[in-house]
Nanobody, 127 residues
Framework: QVQLVESGGGLVQAGGSLSVSCQFS????????MGWFRQAPDKEREFVAA????????YYADSVKGRFTISRDNAKNTVDLQMNSLKPEDTAVYYC????????????????????WGQGTQVTVSS
């Protein structure tokens, strides 16, 4: 059974940094791409970043490009999201997700490209 558990959320001032992490358990971690999505109150869930199985390819939403960095450690079964220069509009619940077996990268921003999701961790950026 696949489980994804996020950690590391919290409260930070605008301009600050925060890192969130996702621990994967269950099937072989290295077989799958991973992604981060977020959902702010009264908004739809949106894509943030994704990384392919070996970390060679990364993808970012335009809104976070240059500020956020996704990485993975296949030895530890973790995927991290380092967030710098945070803005109040980054406030959301952040979810990690596993790419489905057909994930190719072309549609990395689509939620239906991911089949398992964590419970989410709250990130709040104060102005």
């Amino acid at each position: 059974q696949v489980q994804l558990v996020e950690s590391g959320g919290g409260l930070v001032q605008a301009g600050g940094s925060l890192s969130v992490s996702c621990q994967f358990s269950g099937r072989t971690f290295t077989n799958y791409a991973m992604g981060w999505f977020r959902q702010a109150p009264d908004k739809e869930r949106e894509f943030v970043a994704a990384i392919n199985w070996n970390g060679a390819l990364t993808y970012y939403a335009d809104s976070v490009k240059g500020r956020f960095t996704i990485s993975r450690d296949n030895a530890k079964n973790t995927v991290d999201l380092q967030m710098n220069s945070l803005k109040p509009e980054d406030t959301a619940v952040y979810y990690c997700a596993r790419g489905n077996p057909f994930w190719t990268g072309a549609n990395h921003y689509r939620a239906d490209e991911y089949d398992y999701w964590g419970q989410g961790t709250q990130v709040t950026v104060s102005s």
